[in-house]
């Protein structure tokens, strides 16, 4: 029999193809998505104005007074005169958040990511109004109604204050703060920085975790970080043991005065700022505003650290370490917020 012709099918109009064929496709979808988020991730940066430069010098001095009231004289309550800085340790304690202040002004003199600067000064001087009324209360008003006290690890009674040059350099530190904030919320419309916008999907969450973190740090805040612990007492004749409470500390919100009305404002502006920080443009903004909820955090809870540590009457608190544990997780949010982008925008293979 003849062999029968046969004519090599048609290739189908719209069918699947073939596996060589698909992974090309697939490789070359990826890397164009790739490409367009690394292109993303381009900083634009424009001129910086000199509003912002001086906030940065305005950081550079707070940092630098604050650093330099850690040493002296802070206060001499009662005859005793207290400083913050007794040991090594403490002085770790005592400049890590001038440091990190500081070397955030040098970047915004500089200029080189002027809105993370501008974020950090105006977080950093929101939470300033609340702890200069403290300061204030503690140097000139405790005396009015004199209570137990913990500074720099020390349980005193507030009946005679006199203040010392540690005390004047910290007011002025946190006044300089205010002043850089005040300069950065004047400077952040005229100063021009912008991104692809790769973090925007993701603040949403970071927004929701910063949140429960700045609640929680109030919850803490709101009970002294070391106290005096209960004593047990048995009476020899009976052998019934009796709980003796010792007079410790007073909290935050139960302190008169400026002192309250510090304290309320305190916990007011760490929410706020726990709520704007996330939301802030571009993505270094959210990390400068990060930054400085977690300087003010960390330093409060190695405070209290510290204090739990020098003295054998005090024990460390529960919110006290947990505000320690909350300075570490608003550490880590910010390094949260500094790396997504790495791995949403990582460079084409």
Avoid: K
């Avoid at 040098?106 to 929101?126: C, E, I, T, W």
């Avoid at 702890?131 to 720099?152: D, F, K, M, N, W």
């Avoid at 760490?270 to 920080?277: D, E, K, P, T, W």
């Avoid at 505000?323 to 790495?342: I, Q």
């Amino acid at each position: 029999m003849p062999a029968r012709n046969r004519t090599p099918a048609a290739p189908r109009r719209g069918g699947a193809p073939t596996g060589t064929a698909r992974r090309t496709s697939v490789a070359s979808g990826r890397r164009d998505r790739d490409e367009a988020s690394f292109r993303s991730e381009v900083l634009v940066v424009g001129e910086v104005p000199l509003l912002a430069r001086a906030a940065g010098a305005l950081l550079i001095l707070a940092g630098l007074l604050a650093a330099a009231a850690a040493f002296p004289t802070y206060l001499v309550v009662g005859g005793t005169a207290i400083s913050l800085v007794t040991g090594p340790m403490d002085a770790v304690v005592a400049l890590a958040a001038p440091l990190a202040t500081a070397v955030v002004g040098v970047v915004l003199v500089l200029g080189r990511v002027p809105r993370l600067g501008l974020a950090y000064a105006g977080v950093a001087g929101s939470l300033a109004v609340g702890r200069v009324l403290i300061e204030l209360h503690q140097g000139h008003g405790s005396t009015t109604r004199p209570a137990v006290e913990v500074l720099a690890g020390e349980r005193v009674l507030t009946s005679s204050v006199q203040t010392g040059a540690g005390w004047a350099l910290g007011v002025a530190a946190l006044s300089v703060t205010i002043l850089a904030g005040v300069l950065a919320l004047l400077a952040w419309n005229r100063t021009v920085m912008e991104d692809g916008g790769t973090l925007d999907p993701r603040r949403p969450a970071l927004a929701g975790m910063a949140v429960l973190v700045g609640v929680a740090a109030v919850l803490c805040l709101a009970l002294p970080a070391a106290d005096v612990p209960d004593r047990v007492v048995t009476d020899p004749a009976t052998g019934l043991e009796t709980v003796v409470t010792a007079e410790g500390p007073q909290a935050l919100l139960e302190r008169p005065g400026l002192a309250l009305l510090g304290g309320l404002l305190l916990a007011g502006a760490l929410v706020l700022c726990s709520v704007v920080a996330p939301s802030l443009r571009p993505r270094l903004a959210a990390v400068g505003g990060l930054l400085a909820v977690a300087v003010q955090l960390l330093g409060s809870g190695l405070s209290g650290a510290r204090d739990a540590a020098h003295s054998d009457e005090l024990d460390w608190t529960v919110p006290g370490i947990g505000l320690l544990v909350l300075g570490l997780a608003s550490v880590g949010l910010t390094v949260l917020a500094w790396r997504w982008h790495r791995t949403a925008a990582g460079p084409p293979a």
